[in-house]
């Protein structure tokens, strides 16, 4: 059982515009979210993360929102660079409970230069 | 700082041999994670050890795989005998027990023919 899904494998935005990368979770118990960033041929790196006693975490061009409620956490990334085009995996993990994280299936993003 | 370091980064081999993937995990960090990345699942965490001991093996697919972490600076996965299902890429991370955002190491490629 997925618990922390990423509905679109896939996804193509202009350069300059806004990318908007969405993640979902079942696990009411998850309080902590991260974005990993993946090229080809190299390992996940951190990207951004938040914690559910925010609602928002801001950090340059990237920024998360997360809704508790819906149980929803979205990436944006304004303005699109062509340097962005990389697979974008959404993790989640209970604080107070085991330390290992829960990832997502991943996003390709393409920017189009 | 290095950050994980695994080897080999590729590893091509015949169907029922042994398969043996090694990870050096960041100086200082006390939990180390085994993941392995498929197109289905994206990155499923197989194994996790906290101060060098198995904290959750569940998501380890058969007997065939074991994981071992004979101190703190090292760890193996080995896979016996290897299938061609098993093809995929195999990611080991680390992190500091309670500390949320594990490093990832480049991967071992892993092709079974």
């Known amino acids: 059982d997925q618990q922390v899904k990423q509905n679109s494998p896939s996804l193509s935005v202009q350069e300059g515009r806004i990318s908007i990368l969405n993640c979902d979770y079942t696990n009411s118990m998850f309080d902590y979210f991260l974005w990993y960033k993946k090229y080809p041929a190299e390992g996940p790196t951190f990207l951004i993360s938040?914690?559910?006693?925010?609602d928002k975490n801001e950090d340059g061009r990237f920024t998360v929102f997360l809704n508790k409620s819906a149980k929803h956490l979205s990436l944006h990334i304004v303005p699109s660079q062509p340097g962005d085009s990389a697979v974008y995996f959404c993790a989640a993990k209970s604080q107070t409970g085991a330390n290992n994280l829960f990832f997502g299936t991943g996003t390709r993003l393409t920017v189009i230069p | 700082d290095a950050g994980v370091i695994q080897s080999p980064r590729h590893e091509v081999t015949e169907m029922g041999q042994e398969v043996t993937l090694r990870c050096k995990p960041i100086?200082?960090?006390?939990?180390l994670f085994w993941y392995r990345q498929t197109m289905m699942r994206g990155l499923e965490l197989l194994i996790y050890f906290n101060n060098n001991v198995p904290i959750d093996d569940s998501g380890m697919p058969e007997d065939r795989f074991s994981a071992k972490m004979p101190n703190a600076s090292f760890s193996t996965l080995k896979i016996q005998p290897s299938e061609p299902r098993d093809s995929a890429v195999y990611f080991c991370a680390s992190s500091l027990s309670g500390g949320p955002v594990p490093g990832f190491g480049q991967g071992t490629r892993l092709t079974v023919v």
């Open positions: 938040i914690s559910s006693i925010k």
């Open positions: 100086s200082g960090h006390n939990s």
